[in-house]
């Protein structure tokens, strides 16, 4: 399962929401590591983690920096994306289509201590043919190029 938090406009930050908690870093993968385009007025250097979530877990939200919180499947957000009900930024969709392609979080979580991190910057490319979308093949999201309005689906 995937979590998924929509962002609100305050900036809280993990420190505060995690404030009097443990956590349990040791169970943290590294997954991915995604920079805004180097051409964009606001950035983010933002690192993805996969990790098992215990039985039972209740997804919450702190209210400012995420204001609404649901476990789902990387299939069902991208279905819901497709569909209008969510929106995913580019980073988080491709990252939900690479995670679709694994059948249960063992074998996710095993893909993703196999492979190496490849950080993505994104460039956009504008054409006579089109708006592109240009990621490194090497950070393994199935190509290197895709067509700004023909996003992947799962």
Do not use: C
């Amino acid at each position: 399962a995937a979590l998924l938090a929509r962002h609100g406009k305050s900036a809280a930050g993990f420190a505060a929401l995690a404030a009097g908690l443990e956590l349990a870093t040791d169970h943290l993968v590294p997954y991915a590591h995604w920079i805004t385009p180097v051409d964009q007025p606001k950035r983010f250097d933002t690192q993805f983690f996969l990790a098992p979530a215990a039985p039972g877990q209740i997804a919450v939200h702190d209210g400012r920096e995420a204001v609404d919180a649901v476990w789902t499947t990387p299939r069902a957000a991208l279905a819901g994306a497709d569909a209008g009900r969510i929106k995913l930024v580019f980073a988080t969709r491709m990252n939900l289509v690479k995670l679709a392609r694994s059948a249960t979080v063992a074998a996710a979580l095993a893909a993703s201590r196999a492979e190496a991190i490849v950080t993505v910057t994104p460039v956009i490319e504008n054409t006579d043919t089109g708006r592109f979308i240009r990621i490194p093949e090497a950070a393994g999201y199935g190509a290197g190029r895709f067509a700004a309005g023909n996003i992947p689906r799962a």
